[in-house]
């Protein structure tokens, strides 16, 4: 067998629904990294986070943790709000993001965007008018 990059994500996608498994069972929450492959082997960094408040991912966790520091309220994580014309939901925080630290999706497709505490700041003061 070699890898290549389709069953490098067909891999990725088997050991994250592992994964799913051990996290439940042991109340942590995993977070593969970045996959580097040759025709021979493959390397991936699995990151673990203490789950203690009950997230379902590491944004929400860094959430739960930080979003006070933030200005935002526990209470604002998956609020819908509007950015840019778009209807987006907040799904958490990247703290080591100094610039654009707010995680959103999309909702009309899915996609992920990362925002200043200000825009979303804004978004949700106009959402509460």
């Not at 389709?6 to 942590?28: C, F, P, W, Y």
């Not at 789950?51 to 520091?69: D, H, I, R, T």
Request: overall charge positive.
């Amino acid at each position: 067998m070699s890898f290549t990059k389709e069953n490098i994500q067909h891999i990725r996608n088997d050991m994250t629904s592992a994964l799913k498994d051990i996290e439940k069972k042991h109340g942590v929450l995993f977070n593969l990294g970045r996959i580097s492959y040759t025709d021979l082997d493959f390397r991936v960094a699995i990151k673990c986070h203490a789950n203690s408040n009950g997230a379902n991912s590491p944004l929400e966790l860094e959430w739960m943790k930080y979003c006070q520091s933030y200005g935002f309220q526990t209470s604002d994580l998956m609020k819908k709000v509007k950015l840019s014309d778009e209807v987006h939901e907040i799904l958490g925080l990247k703290v080591r993001n100094r610039k654009y630290p707010v995680i959103t999706k999309r909702l009309r497709d899915g996609r992920q965007y990362k925002w200043t505490q200000y825009q979303v700041q804004r978004a949700l003061e106009a959402l509460s008018k």
